[in-house]
């Protein structure tokens, strides 16, 4: 269970934090050997409903917010206790980011632990906010830390996003990937898209990948990263 107690936040948002009863599972995201761990996906667990629930109800109580700051120091929380070597990958909506204060809390207590270690994934819903993506993107690099469009192909996150965002990683949605060894439509998607993501120098991401053939046959696209059950599944 994480706990935010000890946190020197206000006290507005750390009574809303301790209404929360979550814990972090993480995913890995692999090399293209398939064994070498490249970063750890953590994904939030609430204890008592599904996420997809909680962020539907905090979506009516106008609340992501919380939730955007429970994910931030709680999955980092998690990391650590882990003790993973490799980069962490958070997930953010793309409406939302911490507030300046928050931002502050945050860089003081985890310190120079999370330098070049944080990936932040900028989700696909529910909307793009273009001043909270500003201020992500100077507070991330700041840090030395990268950005990167989740779920690429599905909800917000096209081509047009991508240009204005310059993220470091754009994931590839498993509906781009599932069956992508038979299916010759999204084998010529794919094959487009790769190349193009290199020439602007954005690591790619193929996730999803449940089937053996589906990993094979991504190999020989020259896909970055590559994550799915079929690799490793959230423990």
């Known amino acids: 269970m994480i706990y935010y107690d000890h946190l020197p936040l206000d006290k507005d948002i750390m009574t809303a ?30 204890t008592d409903m599904t996420v997809t629930d909680l962020i539907a109800e905090y979506s009516k109580r106008d609340k992501l917010h919380v939730l955007e700051v429970a994910t931030f120091f709680g999955a980092m929380q998690a990391f650590f206790l882990r003790g993973y070597e490799e980069k962490v990958a958070i997930n953010s909506f793309p409406c939302d980011c911490m507030r300046p204060e928050e931002a502050d809390v945050f860089l003081d207590y985890f310190g120079e632990d999370i330098r070049s270690r944080m990936i932040i994934e900028n989700l696909e ?10 201020e992500k993107n100077r507070s991330v690099r700041f840090m030395d830390n990268m950005l990167a469009a989740d779920d690429f192909g599905t909800g917000i996150n096209n081509m047009e996003l991508i240009e204005f965002m310059s993220p470091h990683i754009v994931k590839l949605d498993r509906e781009l990937i599932s069956g992508i060894d038979h299916i010759r439509e999204k084998q010529e998607n794919v094959k487009k898209l790769v190349p193009l993501f290199h020439s602007k120098k954005i690591l790619v991401v193929a996730e999803g990948i449940e089937e ?23 423990a």
Do not use: C
Request: aromatic fraction near 22%.
């Open 212 to 234: 053996k053939e589906e990993f094979e046959y991504l190999l020989g696209l020259g896909i970055d990263l590559y994550q799915g059950y079929y690799l490793g599944r959230p």
């Open 125 to 134: 819903y529910p909307y793009f906010s273009p001043e909270h993506w500003k």
């Open 17 to 46: 934090l301790r209404e929360l009863s979550i814990n972090y599972v993480f995913q890995p995201i692999f090399l293209p050997d398939g064994k070498t761990v490249y970063a750890w996906e953590a994904l939030m667990r609430p």
